[in-house]
């Protein structure tokens, strides 16, 4: 499907629902990734992106009722809003829409490191 | 009868200058030839400012050489330049000069009236006075063409060209009055020019309307007459060689129009002949009688001539002044119920008779609320005149001698008009008479009668006079004009004020002259008898005057017996005799000689020979006298009594009594003879002594029979002035029932026209008269008109109609009331006012009643809209096209915080937030263009600027003729239903992420339950599949808002995910159709195990395969759907050996979710599945 290799890619998870955080380390974890965090609330998550190292952020839009917009510009949502409700700006950010599959996982990855230079 | 001219100036147009008395040269000069550098005319040329290209036409046809002057008034703004001279100075090459004082007038010059000053002319030279009056009194042209007139007389001209107002027209009836030519511009054929023009052309008094191209022309052939006839002219201006021609037009005259002017002064008629004469260029007076005799038109154009008028109120106002105390006489002498009684003969067009009655009126006691009543007879023969008199209606122009205080008081102002007072025009009567035709009025209390007998010979003056001496009552006074008096008739009139000739009628009998005076008998004074006497020479005089002594004496008489001359010494004959004064001849000869002058004069006019009675004795001076008495009669049944002396008789007898010797039977003879002699004697005296006393007797009876026949003459008299005024009131009653008719004519048209009902009612409710209408509230019928209308039967709702009728006559109020119908829903607007006659007395009601019954429903109609309107919560404004606000509901002002009253007038880009103000007229006009404005959300501002959403509606206002006039804008606040949106979104969108990610949640639960179980990872993916397809199915429904989905929306996003990168195998073709939100899942479900299917066994699951999803809608009302699975190019198909978990949800669940019917084909090429529904409702939208 992709010639982009996601093997040992560092992948930062915000995700406030404990069971779909669960989730979505298995998934990168069987795609190859190595899952960063995870955090749960905006501020463990800002402090996670100033410290941990990783290639690419998954961000929950709505983070416990804040929006993890600030953090935003580089990462990739993951949201159970629709494309629709993402504010304008963020438009062009891939998006992936809750629940998802592994494939999509894999495929909006590699969407984001395609778009991104290394 | 004539004319009326203030003393001066009439004294001045007698004797007009003759050419020959040159104005530029000295009097007495030879008369003027046609040398160019003579004088000829003296042109005065009147314009207002805008005239520079009438003057510039009018040089551009004028000869340089022509040998006129011309002067050119202009109206010119006093502070300005004038640039005229220079202006004019290139169009003609003959010297134009700005007028300076004292410049001689010469010939081949044209001279401009400088600005701010007015011009005149005096002696041929020009007068300049600075600076100009103010510019209510400025008349710059009238003011040179009088001068001009005076001056110059028939060589004056006058022109007068465009402009406004009426300057020019006094002038041009000066110049006209005093023989010259007259002419004005023509705005086209000969129409006037408005303004100044036809002003001066009103007067009737314009020769020649012209273009000014043709005046020039006119003027050198008027000139070239003038100078034509110059030597036939006599030194008075008038010709030598008219008189045969004057007396045969002077009976034309009377016999055409029935007035004689035979009597009339004759240079004054012979002149004004002379006028016409040059005006037609006819040369020879035997020629103009031709015209005249053939041209009915000219005979009245020469009557207009001869009755030349000038006159104003209280012209010559001293003299007026003086009568003032003469009339306040006359009526203090008057009680209340008596009559004064004038007469204004020769009214000409009033102002005089109206000037008295003015004088009267002032005259009047203020306290008394009624006078003696007061009645002018004016009189003219001039029947225009009369009818501009009665007419009661003068220029501005000749209201100069009446001061402010007057104007005020007796004048109403029309336009440039002023008419006379009601009570003024009504003591006046007009009438066409002739003073010398007419028998006059009697009884009068003052006669005015001015500039009248300057016109008349000396003859018919006195003729007149004693005419208004018998019209006169005692007492009676008569008011002449300036340079008129009684002359010799000292014995009729006694002097009041000399100066102002007023005269009182002395008490002496007079006999009424007999009509007409001027009789149709043998040709007057044509050659009058003075004439020969002036003639005689010295000799002859003093011949004569030695010839007296040895002539005999003798008297001539006329057919009365009076005697009208004396010669030689009579007085040894006549004698004065006692008693009233007298000239009959038989009451101053001595009576010896009376019988036989008696009976001579008797035989000498009845045989018309000569009658001598020869030795006569007479006893005189103490001696006797043997006389013949000699009567010749003469032509004219005057007689010539010739008292011829014979020698003394005494010398004789003594002598032949000396020489002859006396014989005494001879001397008894003669003794007896003498004594029977003496007995004849006796007896004749005796017999003498009866005739005398039967005589005396038959003279007594004789004076009875005289003064009855006096008195029948007096009675016949009055008689005929009662009936002269009787004539005349009739003739002003018939002008008045005249008016009258016409006035009824009017209003009657006018009360049906306005098809209102009308009735009028007398003071007990009779009918006095009605409209047509009105048949419709009462029965009437015409025949009622005097009915009381409480007989009739009325279909009105109106029983107080006599209590108010009584109200309004009580309280002189107004009654306004609604009434309606008793049969028919119909209201009327009653309203009721008093009668009121002229008088201001009340005779009555009206009654009107206007049908308001329309008005009144679309009154509640609108009282009803208007409530609806106001209790609306939204703002609803009316506006124009234009999107000026008109109307503004009670919502309206709670939404935008505006008052109606603020707001109304405005416009609606009030309401829109500054950058939109267009967006508030592109509304309107687009509502105008007929374009149809959806509802749509907007934001508006308040009054306090503050925003408000609105959802507004722009709807056209169309008229009863269905055309868009106006508009109407409803604005419905729109912030709650926002905010309510916006939270419905909101909570949408938490729904949507609650569940979403509680589907998540779920499947990371299976996810690790099954995991940690060890089921198969493709069981574990078909779970996810299936949560991730609701999932998806949701996704749809929630961006609809849960009302609906979209098919292909709902096919794509099912099949999105085994298609992958790879779109292009997943085929879908359709309408758009929008399904329930419980169908969408079911149908979300149905595809997502059909596409699990393919993606294993079926065309997804090798790398060619092709599934094409097509779905059709068939019928309108709850379609018929159809949608159909196929799929191609997978491995070759085998039907399934036992139901799964696919084919049931299709096969059973799928199709009772849907109502509908599955069927599922395991065809070799690829499986066919084909699912048809239907939708309760759903829409097919082809798009």
Redesign the interface.
């Known amino acids: ?1 992709t010639n982009v290799s996601l093997s040992g890619v560092r992948v930062l998870v915000v995700e406030d ?1 404990m ?2 955080s ?2 979505l380390q ?1 998934m990168l974890s069987d795609i190859g990734c190595t899952p960063v965090g995870p955090a749960r609330r905006m501020g463990p998550a800002l402090k996670l992106i100033e410290h941990a190292v990783f290639d690419i952020a998954i961000l929950d839009v ?1 983070l416990n009722g804040d929006e993890s917009y600030p953090i935003a510009d580089a990462f990739v949502f993951a ?4 494309a ?2 993402l504010r304008e700006k963020y438009r062009s950010i891939p998006s992936l ?5 592994q ?2 996982l894999e ?1 909006t990855l590699a969407a984001v490191l395609i778009r991104r230079p290394h | 009868m004539a004319r009326k001219k203030q003393s001066g100036t009439r004294k001045a147009s007698r004797r007009p200058a003759a050419p020959g008395r040159g104005v530029s040269a000295p009097r007495g000069s030879p008369a003027a030839s046609s040398t160019p550098d003579k004088l000829s005319l003296v042109v005065g040329i009147g314009a207002s400012a805008g005239g520079l290209e009438a003057f510039t036409r009018f040089f551009a046809h004028m000869p340089a050489d022509s040998g006129m002057a011309f002067v050119l008034i202009q109206h010119l703004d006093p502070q300005r330049v004038s640039m005229l001279v220079e202006l004019l100075s290139a169009k003609t090459t003959m010297p134009v000069t700005a007028a300076a004082d004292g410049a001689p007038v010469t010939a081949n010059s044209v001279f401009v009236i400088p600005p701010n000053a007015v011009l005149t002319i005096a002696e041929g030279v020009l007068r300049l006075s600075q600076p100009a009056p103010a510019r209510e009194h400025r008349r710059p042209v009238d003011a040179f063409f009088t001068s001009l007139a005076v001056d110059q007389g028939e060589r004056a001209a006058c022109i007068i060209l465009s402009g406004g107002g009426s300057d020019g027209t006094e002038g041009v009836r000066a110049v006209k009055e005093h023989g010259g030519l007259t002419l004005a511009q023509a705005e086209f054929d000969q129409h006037a020019m408005t303004g100044m023009p036809s002003s001066a052309a009103a007067t009737g008094l314009v020769d020649f309307v012209l273009p000014v191209e043709d005046m020039p022309g006119r003027l050198m052939s008027y000139w070239s007459h003038l100078s034509g006839i110059e030597d036939r002219k006599g030194p008075d201006g008038s010709r030598q060689d008219m008189a045969d021609a004057v007396l045969k037009i002077c009976i034309l005259l009377r016999r055409a129009l029935g007035h004689d002017f035979i009597e009339y002064k004759r240079n004054t008629v012979v002149r004004r002949i002379q006028r016409r004469m040059q005006v037609l260029q006819i040369d020879n007076p035997a020629d103009y009688f031709e015209h005249l005799r053939r041209t009915p038109i000219e005979l009245d154009a020469l009557f207009r001539e001869l009755l030349i008028n000038v006159t104003e109120f209280f012209r010559d106002p001293d003299a007026f002044a003086a009568l003032q105390p003469v009339i306040r006489d006359i009526v203090a002498g008057k009680d209340a119920d008596e009559q004064i009684r004038l007469w204004v003969p020769a009214c000409a067009t009033g102002e005089e008779a109206y000037s008295i009655a003015i004088l009267l009126a002032e005259a009047m006691p203020t306290g008394r609320s009624t006078g003696p009543k007061v009645q002018i007879f004016a009189t003219d023969i001039d029947e225009q005149a009369i009818a501009t008199a009665r007419a009661a209606r003068y220029r501005k122009s000749l209201l100069s001698g009446v001061n402010e205080e007057r104007r005020q008081r007796w004048f109403v102002k029309e336009d440039d008009h002023y008419s006379l007072i009601k009570s003024i025009r009504e003591t006046c009567v007009f009438s066409t008479h002739s003073i010398v035709k007419d028998p006059p009025f009697s009884k009068l209390d003052l006669i005015v009668c001015r500039n009248l007998m300057i016109y008349l010979n000396a003859a018919l003056q006195e003729k007149v006079l004693r005419t208004f001496h018998y019209a006169l009552r005692p007492n009676g006074v008569l008011f002449l004009g300036t340079s008129e008096s009684i002359g010799r008739l000292t014995s009729l009139y006694a002097t009041v004020d000399k100066k102002h000739r007023i005269y009182r009628r002395r008490e002496t009998s007079t006999a009424l002259p007999g009509f007409p005076l001027v009789a149709a008998r043998a040709a007057p004074d044509v050659a009058p008898a003075a004439v020969p006497a002036a003639s005689e020479s010295n000799v002859d005089k003093s011949a004569r005057r030695v010839m007296e002594k040895h002539l005999p004496a003798y008297v001539v008489v006329d057919r009365n017996h009076d005697v009208i001359r004396f010669s030689g010494e009579t007085d040894k004959y006549l004698g004065p005799s006692p008693g009233t004064a007298s000239l009959n001849l038989f009451s101053l000869i001595r009576k010896p000689l009376r019988t036989p002058a008696r009976a001579a004069l008797q035989k000498a006019l009845a045989t018309q020979a000569m009658v001598s009675h020869e030795n006569l004795m007479v006893q005189a001076n103490g001696h006797r006298r043997l006389l013949d008495l000699i009567v010749e009669p003469l032509d004219d049944g005057h007689c010539v009594v010739v008292f011829a002396e014979r020698p003394a008789p005494a010398a004789g007898r003594d002598a032949s009594s000396q020489s002859q010797p006396s014989s005494d039977g001879l001397e008894r003879e003669l003794a007896a003879t003498r004594e029977r002699l003496q007995a004849t004697i006796d007896e004749l005296e005796t017999s003498n002594e009866e005739m005398k006393s039967t005589n005396e007797e038959y003279q007594s009876v004789n004076e009875e029979l005289q003064s009855t026949n006096e008195e029948l003459e007096t009675s016949k008299e009055e008689m005929q002035s009662i009936n002269e005024e009787l004539q005349t009131v009739n003739a002003e009653l018939n002008s008045k029932n005249d008016q009258l008719t016409r006035a009824v004519g009017d209003l009657t048209n006018l009360k049906n026209s306005t098809q209102i009902a009308t009735i009028t009612l007398d003071g007990s409710l009779h009918i006095r008269d009605f409209t047509p209408p009105m048949t419709g509230l009462f029965h009437l019928r015409e025949t009622d008109r005097g009915r009381p209308v409480t007989d009739l039967v009325t279909k009105l709702d109106y029983g107080d109609l006599q209590d108010d009728a009584a109200r309004v006559i009580r309280d002189l109020a107004s009654i306004e009331r609604e009434v309606t119908l008793k049969d028919r829903d119909a209201t009327f607007l009653m309203r009721m006012l008093p009668y009121r006659t002229i008088e201001n007395v009340i005779a009555g009601v009206v009654m009107t009643f206007v049908d308001i019954t329309d008005r009144q429903r679309l009154e509640r109609e609108r009282g009803m809209l208007s409530a609806i309107v106001d209790s609306s919560f939204d703002a609803i404004i009316g506006h124009t096209l234009e999107g000026t606000i008109t109307n503004w509901n009670r919502a309206a002002e709670v939404m935008f915080g505006y008052q109606a009253s603020d707001i109304i007038g405005k416009p609606m880009a009030v309401l829109f937030p500054a950058g939109r103000a267009d967006e508030a007229v592109g509304l309107s006009k687009r509502i105008g263009h007929s374009e149809i404005i959806k509802s749509f959300d907007t934001e508006l501002v308040r009054k306090d600027q503050t925003e408000i959403a609105v959802a507004l509606t722009v709807s056209p206002v169309r008229s009863e003729g269905r055309r868009i006039v106006a508009a109407s804008t409803i604005a419905t606040d729109a912030t709650a239903r926002k905010k309510m949106e916006e939270h419905q979104t909101l909570l949408l969108h938490e729904l949507s992420h609650r569940v979403k990610n509680t589907l998540a949640t779920v499947q990371s639960i299976t996810a690790q339950t099954l995991r940690a179980s060890g089921v198969a990872p493709s069981a574990r993916e078909l779970l996810e599949g299936r949560l991730i397809a609701l999932a998806r199915a949701h996704d749809v429904l929630m961006e609809r808002n849960w009302r609906d989905a979209d098919l292909r929306e709902i096919a794509g996003r099912a099949l999105n995910a085994f298609t992958g990168s790879d779109a292009g195998r997943l085929r879908l073709e359709g309408p758009s159709v929008h399904v329930a939100p419980e169908a969408a899942l079911a149908l979300a479900m149905a595809l997502q195990e059909l596409a699990t299917n393919a993606s294993k066994y079926g065309a997804l699951s090798n790398d060619g395969g092709y599934v094409d999803v097509s779905w059709t809608v068939q019928g309108k009302d709850q379609p018929a759907h159809s949608l159909r699975w196929q799929e191609s190019g997978g491995p070759p198909v085998e039907a399934p050996n036992h139901q799964g978990f696919g084919s049931r949800l299709l096969k059973r669940n799928l199709a009772e979710e849907l109502g509908g019917k599955v069927d599922v084909q395991y065809a070799r090429g690829g499986v066919v599945c084909t699912i048809d529904f239907r939708l309760g409702g759903g829409e097919g939208d082809p798009a």
């Open positions: 499907v629902e069971m779909v669960m989730l298995d709505n949201s159970g809003y629709s629709d409700s829409q809750k629940p998802f599959q494939h999509e495929q």
